[in-house]
């Protein structure tokens, strides 16, 4: 499907957003329209490219919305896509945990069926589905199912994260308590057992199986990241070993120095739209107005990001809509080192929203993956 975007303001090339003209040929971007292809007129509106969304667990709870209760794989698949159409996210990453038997979906065959579902899926959805692999540290039996998915191309990013309490997300044991029953439906003897489980893993340093792990995907052009950051020296520590995305760092020590040292920062947009972390972390904005924040992320709520980016360009925001929009586009995309996602510039795949201005914000009014429309409000 060959045509052009007339009369719109456009973000092209992460610049401010100006008025132009641009042709879509092919599902790809081109910045010299064709004059006798079919027009499409957006005055008043916004065009921005696609959001692409690192981390989204949403997914999880898609499959299992109520602790042992479970939908087929293939309902909560088709249901994810079209909810990240409707947010605006034309490529998403779902986080999909290994983490030897503790928590739900979580455990090593549950979320290689999950993996396995998207894999088989993602070929006939509307929007761009990639997997998001993350790897409990303490989790040896999982070692050799993310070594064979990593071997067959299935893992698109791969982080390392470590839940054991007293550091991390859980920086004591009453939250990672709290958090099982909470979240998982434990009751406390079963979740004071799941701490001891913890506290008799390895802890501390890196294990041998992780920098293999590491290596393995160093050798496939994977990405890899890290998660909950509270120490600045684990920064250090993961930058060594070829880590160059820090996932939701839990102070501003720590987010700056893994911005020193180079490596990609996220944040969650639900942080963002809240004003605060839902754990112990630190406010996203903080990061943001102290410029050590790259990304930002859906994390569990699709539906964060627009609002996310409407908030940080307002008239009291820190960011324009460029740098807005740069921090789940553009910024994102160069983290996985894929330039052909999160930008509108020629030769990129056609991948943008269409957007009105509202007294309080923005609002989408439709979705283009590929060069197809795959959402429009109201329809």
């Known amino acids: 499907m060959n045509f052009i975007i007339r009369n719109a303001e456009v973000i092209w090339q992460g610049q401010a957003p100006r008025r132009m003209d641009f042709a879509v040929r092919e599902g790809l971007l081109a910045d010299r329209p064709e004059a006798d292809a079919e027009s499409v007129d957006l005055v008043g509106c916004i065009v921005a490219p696609g959001l692409v969304d690192l981390h989204c667990d949403a997914i999880e709870k898609a499959v ?20 990240a159409a409707s947010s605006g996210i034309t490529t998403i990453y779902h986080a ?137 020296m684990e920064a250090l520590m993961w930058s060594n070993l070829g880590v160059g995305i820090c996932e939701f760092p839990l102070t501003l020590e720590s987010a700056s120095a893994a911005h020193r040292l180079g ?18 972390g630190m406010k996203a904005l903080t990061g943001i107005r102290h410029k050590v ?3 930002i992320c859906s994390d569990y709520v699709p539906e964060a990001i627009l609002p996310a980016i409407a908030l940080l360009s307002s008239e009291s925001g820190p960011l324009g809509l460029g740098g807005a929009f740069a921090m789940a586009t553009a910024n994102a995309a160069a983290a996985v080192g894929d330039s052909r996602i999160g930008t509108l510039c020629e030769g990129a795949y056609a991948d943008f929203l269409v957007l009105g201005r509202t007294c309080d914000g923005l609002s989408l009014r439709s979705v283009w993956a590929r060069g197809r429309e795959v959402f429009r409000w109201g329809r």
């Not at 958090?179 to 893993?201: F, I, N, P, Q, S």
């Not at 490596?263 to 112990?280: A, I, Y």
């Open 64 to 83: 299992e919305p109520r602790p042992g209760v479970q939908f087929p794989l293939l309902f909560a698949i088709e249901g994810m896509d079209r909810r």
């Open 293 to 295: 924040a790259d990304c």
């Open 263 to 280: 490596m990609t920062t996220v944040f969650g947009s639900p942080n963002v739209v809240r004003g605060e972390s839902s754990g112990t």
């Open 96 to 232: 999909i945990s290994f983490a030897g038997q503790e928590l739900g979906l979580r455990n090593p065959a549950q979320a290689m069926r999950l993996i396995e579902g998207i894999m088989y899926r993602r070929d006939s959805l509307h929007v761009r589905h990639r997997i998001h692999l993350r790897y409990e540290t303490g989790d040896a039996g999982s070692m050799p199912l993310v070594m064979d998915l990593l071997e067959r191309g299935g893992v698109d990013l791969l982080s390392f994260m470590d839940h054991t309490p007293g550091q991390g997300q859980f920086l004591d044991d009453y939250s990672f308590i709290r958090y099982l029953m909470l979240t998982y439906g434990k009751t406390e003897r079963e979740a004071r057992h799941l701490l001891r489980v913890k506290r008799d893993g390895p802890g501390g340093g890196i294990p041998d199986r992780v920098q293999a792990l590491a290596a393995a995907a160093k050798a496939r052009g994977v990405p890899l990241a890290c998660h909950d950051l509270h120490d600045p």
